[in-house]
């Protein structure tokens, strides 16, 4: 069984994950269990095989319901201003690794992304520890690091070798415009923004934030 990340971690979480997984380990040894009918009649066989399936049946409502509660506390992680797009990402892997039929259905319903789309987004989530993105210019500098995504709206900043602005800009296409941009020997910082009126008022924030006067 996969281990989640402590991102994912948070109150009752190893409450639900330890409840789910000592229902999963059960319901595999309950498989492989074999039904004794030595002795008995065709009504007594029948009444056990009933049985079994009323109490399989209830199991596996139980690991259901177990796991859409772990779902349900995943999809949290995208709440807020900063979704944590790697601790969503060890999420799935843990429903996937559980394998309950359907597990792919049910996740979509409530999260909305599948694997593929959320290791894109991880890639591209700011490393630094304040939620944005910074990094060189330069086509080598700009190609080795984790930029904002296509049609993500930021307000970005360029900074000369005393750390003052020498543009402050706001675009969607961050890749492109910062490739246009380019000076060899300056930094970039990039703030993450809801939308285009976000981003307008987000770059005047930096300009007083830096005292940027555009010449």
């Known amino acids: 069984m996969q281990v989640m990340a402590a991102s994912t971690r948070d109150g009752n979480s190893d409450h639900w994950l330890d409840r789910f997984d000592d229902l999963w380990q059960k319901a595999r040894a309950d498989e492989t269990k074999p039904a004794h009918f030595d002795g008995l009649g065709l009504e007594e066989a029948v009444e056990v095989a009933q049985r079994l399936h009323e109490q399989r ?40 690794a559980w394998a309950v039929k359907g597990y792919l ?3 979509k319903e409530r999260v909305g992304f599948d694997r593929p789309a959320i290791r ?12 944005v993105w910074k990094g060189s210019t330069g086509w080598e500098g700009l190609d080795g690091t984790v930029v904002p995504p296509r049609w993500k709206d930021v307000v970005y900043a360029l900074f000369d070798e005393h750390d003052r602005p020498v543009y402050v800009g706001m675009t969607n296409q961050f890749r ?31 300009i007083r934030r830096y005292g940027y006067a555009r010449h």
């Not at 209830?58 to 259901?64: D, N, S, T, V």
């Not at 509660?69 to 429903?95: C, S, T």
């Not at 894109?120 to 939620?131: I, L, Q, T, V, Y």
């Not at 415009?177 to 924030?205: F, S, Y």
């Open 57 to 96: 049946a209830a199991l596996l409502e139980e690991q259901l319901s177990a796991e859409r509660e772990f779902i349900r506390r995943a999809a949290l992680l995208l709440d807020g201003d900063k979704p944590d797009w790697w601790g969503l990402l060890d999420a799935y892997d843990q429903v996937r």
């Open 105 to 107: 259905d049910r996740w």
């Open 120 to 131: 894109r987004f991880a890639h591209a989530s700011p490393k630094s520890a304040d939620g």
């Open 176 to 206: 492109v415009q910062a490739k246009r941009l380019h000076r060899q020997g300056h930094v970039w910082t990039a703030w993450p923004c809801d939308n285009r009126a976000d981003a307008v008022r987000r770059r005047k924030e930096v």
